[in-house]
């Protein structure tokens, strides 16, 4: 098994990494299925084998939200494993290959999103469509990456909202967001028209569109980073998870990567499953798990709402008792 390969940091790095004492510690942990087995021995657990090794053996209608974010239809390497891309007909046979075998695990009133981007995008809707009911597409900002010279510069990506039927939960009021007010409109009397005064600006809180401009893609100084190279962000799958599941619902991700979809359902509450084939993005997800235990936190989420980009949104003392300044992101 490859190993994700020491690197040297600066002083204020914050990524998350193994100790050759702890992969051991978080191996220990890690689930292994040989046959089919109850929703109690797997659950609020990482499983560290090939989905296509141990999809047969999952529960049958166990599975409240699934979050899907397999290999994009491009050529990259997972940690010594490479994926390569193909023809959107392939790729569309490579998704039905596990998506029809996992249509089984969900709950009649199950919530589906699939991550892609561009390239991936038309696979992805020809397959959801024969098994969900489409309800849209999520568009959302990922401003990290190089520019081209000879392109525009690639800096979105695709997340399809589906259900299994037409009953299914959605929590709007859960996932509404704070904006900073450009045009503070006032009543007569010079109160605010929509929106509030606060410490650190005018904002008007707002309900959630298809459009997500306010996602930062982790980065070394935030302190959930890991060297997962399509590591998604904390605040991404909050917003999911709060909108399409309740608390103590089972969130379940069959490409769990470096841990994220697990972690964020801990924080909020949530059951959780996730399949990972890579033994060192299993231990990461592992440790995170056990660092949510004392830090629930997930940036750029604060009191109950969604806050922009690069926002203000409080002052805090730090573990020394100076006050530093904390960008919601």
Aim: with cysteine; charged share 25%; aromatic share 10%.
């Amino acid at each position: 098994m490859a190993e994700v390969l020491e690197k040297h940091r600066a002083p204020r790095n914050r990524t998350i990494t193994l100790s050759s004492e702890e992969k051991p510690l978080f191996l220990s942990r890690l689930k292994h299925l040989h046959s089919s087995v109850p929703l109690q021995d797997i659950m609020d657990s990482t499983i560290n084998q090939d989905l296509f090794e141990i999809v047969d053996y999952l529960p049958n209608k166990f599975v409240d939200l699934m979050f899907i974010d397999p290999p994009y239809n491009l050529t990259k390497t997972f940690n010594g494993r490479l994926f390569k891309q193909t023809s959107v007909n392939k790729y569309a046979e490579w998704i039905d290959s596990w998506l029809s075998k996992l249509i089984r695990t969900l709950k009649p009133e199950a919530s589906i999103y699939i991550c892609g981007d561009w390239q991936s995008s038309p696979a992805i809707h020809l397959i959801a469509e024969k098994y969900f009911k489409i309800r849209n597409r999520i568009t959302w900002e990922r401003e990290k990456g190089r520019g081209a010279k000879r392109n525009w510069k690639n800096c979105s990506e695709d997340i399809y909202f589906c259900t299994l039927s037409n009953k299914y939960t959605f929590n709007v009021e859960q996932v509404k967001m704070k904006r900073r007010v450009l045009a503070p409109y006032t009543h007569t009397t010079g109160e605010p028209k929509d929106w509030q005064r606060s410490e650190v600006g005018d904002f008007r809180i707002t309900y959630p569109s298809n459009i997500w401009n306010d996602i930062t893609v982790p980065y070394w100084s935030m302190p959930e980073n890991t060297d997962h190279p399509t590591q998604k962000p904390e605040k991404l799958l909050a917003k999911i998870i709060l909108a399409s599941s309740q608390e103590n619902d089972l969130v379940f991700d069959p490409f769990l990567g470096s841990g994220t979809t697990s972690v964020v359902a801990k924080k909020l509450k949530r059951h959780y499953i996730g399949i990972e084939i890579d033994d060192t993005y299993c231990c990461l997800a592992e440790k995170r798990l056990a660092m949510a235990e004392t830090n629930v936190k997930i940036q750029g989420y604060e009191g109950g709402v969604f806050w922009e980009r690069n926002t203000l949104a409080y002052q805090k003392r730090n573990g020394q008792g100076g006050l530093i300044q904390d960008r919601m992101l």
